[in-house]
């Protein structure tokens, strides 16, 4: 999955950037015109105002929303790039969506890595090193030991507060595909990760 996706947003960033150029007009209009009717029968959530999956009551079903935000900023759709952006808190924390900021409707989990990987795509997308940073830096005060399996690991950088098991555990994984997305570089954890520019 984690490499499907890898694959996918590297592919997303290609043609969104250096290979749109090189479409053909009629391809080019027939992309743009799939985008408005997609934009005609795109569900948007009524609290938050953003794409969103939702219920057969109407209500949100916005529990992965930062992941697929993410990839409709990748693709040039900017209600994807706003709802990303939106669902940051000033302190950096992100939420799975603008809706769920300041932890509503969270018991546990309020993050994942998969958010994470909506994230990168916004930030591919974008360039926002501010909000990047701000991220960062709360990923950094918020590490700890952890138990998986009954195993006791070193310190691990998490995603959210309220984790209830690995799901919001930062991977090794995570770093290296924030080093293809990411441009910049950036101290994290003690470390130095180069952050290569994908422009």
Known sequence: MCHLLRVLLIFSVL????????????????LLSARERWREYAQVCPEGQFPSKMRLDGSCDDGDSL?????????GEDSG?????????E???WWRSPRRVGGRFEAYNSFSRDMASGVLAYLAATGDQAAGERWLY????????????????PMLTQFCENGKDATCVASPGFWEFAADLWPGALRVSGCQYLIKSVA
Do not use: N, P, Y
Request: aromatic share 6%.
């Open 81 to 89: 790039c706003d709802g990303v952006r939106r669902a940051q808190e």
């Open 15 to 30: 043609m969104s950037s250096s290979l749109a150029w090189a479409l053909q007009d009629e391809v080019r209009e027939r």
């Open 138 to 153: 709360w990923l950094e005060r918020h590490r700890k030991a952890e138990k998986i399996r009954g195993i006791k690991t």
């Open 67 to 75: 992941l697929f935000l993410g990839l409709l900023c990748l693709s």
């Open 91 to 93: 302190d950096g924390q």
